[in-house]
Antibody, heavy 119, light 113 residues
Framework: QVHLVQSGAEVREPGASVKVSCKAS????????MHWVRQAPGQGLEWMGW????????NYAQKFQGRVTMTKDTSISTAYMELSRLRSDDTAVYYC????????????WGQGTLVTVSS | DIVMTQSPDSLAVSLGERATINCESS????????????LAWYQQKPGQPPKLLIY???TRESGVPDRFSGSGSGTDFTLTITSLQAEDVAVYYC?????????FGQGTKVEIK
């Protein structure tokens, strides 16, 4: 069965960076895109971008361009999302989610990683 | 960007009754070449990630109870929960995947009356 297991909660100061991991199992890692979606406390879902684990190609939402970097390590079936120059409004739960294409629905989601930005 | 707007923001329904959630897109998400609506519905319970319920506007994901159904085309869509159960208390989101960015509606909270 498909599982996406994310790294644990993080606390960062404003201006710092955070890197969240997402380890996939139960399917061919390079056969599906990995999307990243975040959710601020009590708010809705916000798509951040995707990475193609096969090619390494990425596409980021305009809002995050210049601050987000999505990478992968196919040897351990893990995707990463790094967000830099953190601000307090980046405090959110960050999810990885599997999608069959670049623009698609996501059928499996990680459990989420809470990133808290606070001084 | 395509803007997704859900209504209502919240609703309270008695157990066993019908719940209806609407979702409107700012432009059509119907792709004429394959006649498919690029619209999905998710359920999110407190403290959990979203769960895919419906894709292609009306195709139920494997394992999703048949009391959940999706309908609509073009710009107007509906998620219907017939005979609401206690475990259906959640926030429901629609999402368009017709174009980048694949945006979500603001969510509709479903509670028991």
């Amino acid at each position: 069965q498909v599982h996406l297991v994310q790294s644990g909660a993080e606390v960062r100061e404003p201006g710092a960076s955070v890197k969240v991991s997402c380890k996939a199992s139960g399917y061919t890692f390079t056969g599906y895109y990995m999307h990243w979606v975040r959710q601020a406390p009590g708010q809705g879902l916000e798509w951040m971008g995707w990475i193609n684990p096969n090619s390494g190609g990425t596409n980021y939402a305009q809002k995050f361009q210049g601050r987000v970097t999505m990478t992968k390590d196919t040897s351990i079936s893990t995707a990463y999302m790094e967000l830099s120059r953190l601000r307090s409004d980046d405090t959110a739960v960050y999810y990885c989610a599997r999608g069959a294409a670049a623009v698609t629905f996501c059928d499996y989601w990680g459990q989420g990683t809470l990133v808290t930005v606070s001084s | 960007d395509i803007v997704m707007t859900q209504s209502p923001d919240s609703l309270a329904v008695s157990l066993g009754e019908r719940a209806t959630i609407n979702c409107e897109s700012s432009q059509s998400v119907l792709y004429s070449s394959n006649n498919k609506n690029y619209l999905a519905w998710y359920q999110q319970k407190p403290g959990q990630p979203p769960k895919l319920l419906i894709y292609w506007a009306s195709t139920r994901e494997s394992g999703v109870p048949d009391r959940f159904s999706g309908s609509g085309s073009g710009t107007d869509f509906t998620l219907t929960i017939t005979s609401l159960q206690a475990e259906d208390v959640a926030v429901y989101y629609c999402q368009q995947y017709y174009s980048t960015p694949p945006g979500f509606g603001q969510g509709t909270k479903v509670e028991i009356k």
